[in-house]
Every structure is written in structure tokens, then in C-alpha cells.
């Protein structure tokens, strides 16, 4: 439940980083999705 809510929040934040064109975020966020269970 915890992980969904997680995962849901770092796709919004990569949705964010993709408008801003913001590269970097975009890949911290990528990996920070990996490592959510």
C-alpha cells in the first residue's frame, strides 16, 4: 500500500521533470523508483 503511494508520487514528480525539462531529476527520480519495493 505504502510502496503504490510511493511509486505514485515519484511518477507525478517525473512527470514534473520531463515538463521542466530537468535531466537530472528525471534520473534520480528513475532510480529512486527502482529501489521502491
Known amino acids: 500500500m505504502v510502496s503504490d503511494f510511493k ?7 517525473i512527470g514534473y521533470s520531463l515538463k521542466s525539462k530537468d535531466k ?11 529501489s521502491v519495493p
Not at 537530472?24 to 527502482?34: D, I, V
Open 24 to 34: 537530472e531529476a528525471f534520473l534520480r527520480l528513475t532510480e529512486e523508483l527502482k
Open 7 to 13: 511509486r505514485s508520487k515519484i511518477l507525478e514528480r
